[in-house]
């Protein structure tokens, strides 16, 4: 597709559910970057993959947040027993070459509520 | 820590204004810095990266600039159209060794546009 496409748009959850979160990057984009952004403030940084590798996680709050890219293109967060302190938009971005020297391309993201 | 502050956090202005928002780091040493802008319930749009060797970035009526030894950008758009309202925000990478992927984002500027 000619942008970075997320899945579902809006998510609903009860506290204790696990959800995924679906991204699909620009084709042929090198990095894939989670990001968490809460209401009035600025995207918190999740996590990277270089195509299929997952190169830094450091920002994933707890063991409960997982993310994969296994094929190097579409990358799934996923989140177990979720809390309603993981309500916020979770927004994916992609660039075209490795780390973030070029500019990034976000997806309209996801809004989860947990309830 | 590397923090990013953006002054003002809110503007409303007339149609036809010349607007200059800003953005500062603590820590001056980034890598680059990139402007986006956020429209309600959407995704971030990158408008400007400024690379480590650039001083500016020029894009229709949008510039950018970036001292590096103040840390210090500023955001400058020309006759401002109603459709420019939206949340600018700034975001760059701190030139810590071997990070290339997290970017430190202010909270934006919320401009409003009124025709």
């Known amino acids: 597709g000619a942008g970075v496409s997320q899945s579902p748009r809006y998510k609903v959850a009860k506290r204790g559910q696990d959800v995924a979160l679906r991204c699909d990057p620009i084709?042929?984009?090198?990095?894939l970057f989670w990001y968490q952004q809460a209401l009035g403030q600025g995207p918190e940084f999740l996590t990277y993959?270089?195509?299929?590798?997952?190169?830094?996680k450091s920002g994933l709050p707890s063991d409960r947040f997982f993310a994969e890219r296994p094929e190097g293109s579409v990358s799934t967060l996923k989140i177990q027993r979720t809390q309603q302190e993981d309500s916020a938009v979770y927004l994916c971005?992609?660039?075209?070459?490795?780390?973030?020297?070029?500019?990034?391309?976000f997806g309209n993201g996801t809004r989860l509520t947990v309830t | 820590k590397q923090e990013v502050t953006q002054i003002p956090a809110a503007l409303s202005v007339p149609e036809g204004e010349n607007l200059v928002l800003n953005c500062s780091f603590t820590?001056?040493?980034?890598?680059?810095l990139q402007w986006f802008r956020q429209d309600p319930g959407k995704g971030l749009t990158s408008l400007l990266l400024?690379?480590?060797s650039q001083r500016e970035q020029t894009s229709g009526r949008l510039n950018a600039s970036l001292d590096k030894s103040s840390g210090r950008s500023t955001l400058y758009i020309a006759a401002s159209q109603p459709g420019d309202s939206a949340t600018y925000l700034c975001?760059?990478?701190?030139?810590?060794?071997?990070?290339?992927?997290?970017?430190?984002w202010g909270l934006g500027t919320s401009l409003a546009v009124n025709p």
């Open positions: 400024i690379q480590s």
């Open positions: 971005a992609s660039s075209l070459v490795a780390g973030i020297s070029s500019p990034l391309h």
């Open positions: 993959f270089q195509n299929e590798a997952q190169l830094d």
């Open positions: 975001a760059g990478p701190p030139m810590e060794a071997g990070n290339n992927r997290k970017l430190i």
């Open positions: 820590d001056s040493a980034i890598y680059n």
């Open positions: 084709s042929g984009h090198v990095s």
